[in-house]
């Protein structure tokens, strides 16, 4: 396990969301303070507004990768491209270690939203059990797609 990865998980279990978990530790080394990443992630989590659509994990991620691949304001139609294909890169890589890039699906198709949801969730602990794998796993792909 990655230092980064350790480091996401501590946040997670102090409860942030996956996104903000999986961004806050890359956005230091790109000039944003853990604050600004913190609440600019936060809605971002389970699934984007609590939604369960792609999850968290995968978004701040992406964010992640788009802070050192993005066009900026004096970028390059070649830099959007490439941030484009790291962010696809991440999705199928993410897909293929953990299942599926949607937050429903890895939950088991359990809705947060919902009482009988979030009991089955709770019971079966998937918020430590899996999406911290998840966390894990984006941060990890993070770090490997920087490298390249």
Known sequence: MSQK????IAIFSNGYNCSQSVFSVFASDFGMSRDLSLRL??????????????????TGAILALGLKYGKGENGTDDDKKRAFEKANQLMSLFEAQCGS???LHLLDGN???????AAKIAAADMFNTRCTNYVQTAVELVEQLMEE
């Open 5 to 8: 990865s350790e480091q996401a």
């Open 41 to 58: 992630t936060g809605p971002m989590g389970a699934g984007i507004a609590r939604r369960q659509e792609t999850c968290g994990a995968v």
């Open 101 to 103: 890039t949607n937050c």
């Open 111 to 117: 809705c947060m939203n919902t009482e009988e949801g």
